[in-house]
């Protein structure tokens, strides 16, 4: 398992009955968990008065009970600063277990030796944009929310990167890569975090068991001819270690030789030795 444990302004402080109790910056939050299945004593005095607890409702859905919890806030790792805000179904607007992924591709971009063209699609928020900024590639970031693209450029400019080589782009991430096809425009790296289901700007309709390897088989043409990597993340459950490593492999090696690894992501919890699984990442270095 490839672990996130270089945060200081984040932690999972504990993980039981269905929920983790999570330490953001100063605030906690209790928020339910699918993978905590568990019933193990809660002695953290935190669970009993957390800043924010969001409880899933029986109808499907849920809510936020806020006490102390500011509209937004912000955290850091590293040299990244992230504005954090409570959302619906359950979110903040950052996944703290990424960060694994982040230092690993910021140390390929930084010893590259040369220019890299970063693709971020469904790029959310911005922290895999920021982190391959920060380490010296241009991006160009895509995710089909208007609001999540004004969210990262927050967090660009709070992280003092606002005005580095990058694109923002509101666009359906599948047609944004079938017109830079057509253009002939490449990349040297490519990142992507597809939901299990989602639309488009225009109503576009993603459901990740029909679309991903047609996506995979595209991201083919739009690498470049020296390409680095290929990042895939995802937190559906049927898209197993297994399961991601084939498709790349199928996808990409197919034109380019490559080195391809799959394996759960997670975060360590400090009231126990526990390291919970948070989704898995498939990872190409060519």
Not at 54 to 64: F, L, M, N, Q, V
Request: glycine share 10%; proline share 6%.
């Amino acid at each position: 398992m490839w672990i996130a444990d270089g945060w200081k302004d984040y932690e999972v402080l504990d993980a039981s009955r269905g929920e983790k109790l999570e330490r953001w910056g100063k605030y906690t939050l209790v928020r339910p968990d699918p993978q905590v299945i568990w019933d193990t004593p809660r002695r953290r005095p935190e669970w009993r008065k957390p800043d924010g607890h969001y409880t899933r409702s029986a109808k499907g859905g849920g809510e936020w009970d806020v006490k102390d919890l500011p509209e937004s806030w912000q955290i850091s790792y590293g040299e990244l600063n992230f504005q954090l805000k409570p959302l619906g179904f359950k979110h903040t607007g950052l996944f703290p277990e990424q960060a694994v992924n982040w230092d690993w591709f910021s140390g390929l971009i930084r010893d590259a030796g040369r220019p890299v063209k970063v693709l971020n699609l469904f790029a959310y928020t911005g922290g895999a944009t920021l982190a391959a900024l920060a380490a010296g590639a241009s991006v160009t970031h895509v995710d089909a929310s208007k609001g999540m693209v004004g969210w990262a450029k927050e967090n660009a400019a709070a992280s003092g990167l606002a005005d580095r080589n990058v694109r923002w782009l509101v666009d359906d991430c599948t047609k944004f890569v079938q017109r830079e096809i057509r253009r002939g425009n490449t990349y040297d790296a490519i990142i992507l975090d597809p939901p299990s289901y989602g639309r488009g700007p225009k109503g576009e309709v993603w459901k990740i068991e029909e679309t991903i390897w047609p996506l995979l088989v595209l991201l083919a043409d739009v690498l470049s001819e020296k390409p680095l990597f290929v990042l895939l993340n995802s937190y559906t459950t049927g898209l197993q270690p297994g399961t991601m490593s084939y498709m790349l492999s199928s996808a990409l090696k197919m034109k380019k030789p490559a080195h391809v690894e799959a394996g759960e992501i997670g975060l360590p919890v400090a009231e126990s030795s526990l390291v919970l699984p948070c989704g898995c990442a498939g990872r190409v270095v060519f």
